[in-house]
């Protein structure tokens, strides 16, 4: 028993009705939008879109990190986007604990020393998404070319709220 077999199964039975054969690319809502790895996150979900209409980029809390800021230049530049949502949640981990905790757990569960690991835990988060939209809107090859949000997103009620 293959550790992927679920999931290869699941894959050819998505395959056998799968629509989206030579779609481009692009993003057709114009959206692009950072948030957290947490498993009750649908980020498409959330704002009634599909595959096909937004950039979905994902990391521990939802931060816009160098990568993320390479995948923002890209698809503003390149992939139509023009609306960007930067959203963090309640109850995330990355929110919840110090670095020294998670290290400390991360240790834990790897029965070594994680105390080398920058894990980036985030101390205030209305203030961190802020910060993070600064960092998109100030960027030279972003800028001007689109509107920038952050939000909040509530788990329990699936509902978003913005913060700047
Ligand atoms: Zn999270």
């Known amino acids: ?15 056998g009705h799968f629509t989206l054969s030579g779609f481009d690319g692009v993003a057709h809502a114009g959206v ?7 498993s009750r ?5 959330m704002i009634g879109l599909a595959p096909g209409d937004a950039k979905i980029l994902r990391n521990p809390g939802g931060r816009v ?3 993320a800021l390479v995948a923002l230049v890209l698809g503003v530049n390149l992939l139509k986007v023009d609306r960007i949502l ?9 929110a919840s604990s110090t670095e020294d905790e998670l290290r400390g757990r991360v240790g834990a ?27 998109v ?7 001007d ?20």
């Open 65 to 67: 990190t160098d990568q």
């Open 1 to 15: 028993m293959d550790p992927f077999d679920d999931l290869l199964a699941a894959n050819r039975e998505f395959a």
């Open 86 to 94: 930067v959203v963090e949640h309640t109850r995330c981990a990355m």
């Open 109 to 135: 569960s790897a029965g070594m020393d994680a105390s080398w690991m920058s894990l980036g835990v985030i101390d205030d988060q209305k203030a961190t998404v802020r910060a993070d939209v600064e960092k």
């Open 32 to 38: 692009a939008m950072v948030t957290c790895m947490d």
């Open 41 to 45: 996150i649908d980020p498409l979900g």
């Open 137 to 143: 809107l100030t960027h030279p090859l972003i800028g």
């Open 145 to 164: 070319q689109v509107h920038a949000g952050g939000f909040l997103y509530d788990v329990d009620t699936g509902l978003l709220d913005q913060v700047v």
